[in-house]
């Protein structure tokens, strides 16, 4: 499989080094050469295949043979451990549930896949890779618990003191094994600092193997396109459909994954953009104009992005044929976004309806699957609910004012005892603690 960049198509790279750099050297972001068609021949066992060998099947055709057969199976195997199950409301409205992973979010898929990738890709070279990862919160969660006891593989996670919520500082503290924590006397730019720094020191990297498990690794993208074939394969038991996914944006890396799976072959209307006040690609899909801008703080912080990272992917992406990169997009991708009060209302309004709880980014979605339906009353809809409601436990009861349901899983992490290595915001500290 080979990868260009968005910034400059002739600047090429194979998938191992893609997946091991995270990001090419002109900063702008890797996209697949080629997305080919799926063969007539997976569509023939599609409806009895399990997520694991969808998996396989999928990336088998993007990887190109870059990667053996059986080696790959097992990969996806081993990475695709949780289910995506669909849940339906009615006829027209399905929700899947993307959640069922540890840390309880659709970025587990991504983690889980590219730990494994970088395992593969680092079998051979007779030392451990070390994963640095500064993070603010939540997607560290998600990589450590998506790195944990992979073979070959050492984790550090830098975190600002005090400035992650107990629960989230739980989920990066307490796996151990392969999974170090280091607690920053600083803020979130300090510890992205001290991992750019070791990144840039070559007396470090001459030592020591390093990555980073940044979120725009193509890496991560691959495996969020699986579970849209996984939704679709579900559905087949329910009749025949234009069928629509609707997908809670901030970065747009699940919605870039939708449109792979789509030019995979597999049958997709409509994708819908949701996202909350942070409207910047809604807005351009109305206008024609991208203008980023700084984001807004909202209830569905995931989903607060001024400047979606993955705009460079869907440009890349409808560029190239007839028309206008705008008219192609626009074509395909409907956008709409909606205010904290309307999303806490829609939380409510499923509750009562459905019986059913939504996090804040699913409402933000059903929102917009609502209107996406008044449009289009002979299609379904399938939304994506990005994170288990117990994620955001204060927010949704507080919103839904009664008490709700936490998994095992979540709720066990309370009575874990956090280990982490307290650290001022020093170069020489952090170098010094690498090579020890
Ligand atoms: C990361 C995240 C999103 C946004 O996903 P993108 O791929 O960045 O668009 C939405 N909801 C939740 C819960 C998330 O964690």
Redesign the pocket.
Known sequence: MILYSTRNPREKTPLDIAVMRGLPPDNGLYMPEEIPELPTAFWQTFPEMSLPEIGFAVSKALFQGFIPDEDLRGICKRALTFPAPVHKLDDQRYVLEL?HGPSL???DFGARFMAELMSYFNRDAGQDLTILVATSG??GG?VAAGFYQTPGIEVVILYPSGKVSPLQEKQLTTLGHNVRALEVDGTFDDCQALVKQAFLDEELTQKMRLSSAN?INIARLIP?SFYYFEAYRQLLAEGDRPTTFV???????????GLFARRMGLPIEHMVAATNINDVVPRYLKSGKYAPKPSHRTL?N??D?GD???FARMENYFSGTDGSTWNNMREHILGYAYTDAQTEETMREVEQKFTYIL????AVGYRAMDAYLANHPDHRAVL?E??HPA??LEDVERILDHAIEVPKRLASLRNKTKVATEMNPVYKDFKRYLLS
Not at 247 to 257: I, K
Not at 359 to 362: A, K, R, V, Y
């Open positions: 959640y979010a659709f970025k939540d997607t998600a979120s969020q997908v809670p944006s901030g970065n747009f890396g699940n919605l870039t994954a569905s995931a989903m992005v979606p990272s993955n996090d804040p980014h699913g994506l990005t994170a994620k955001f």
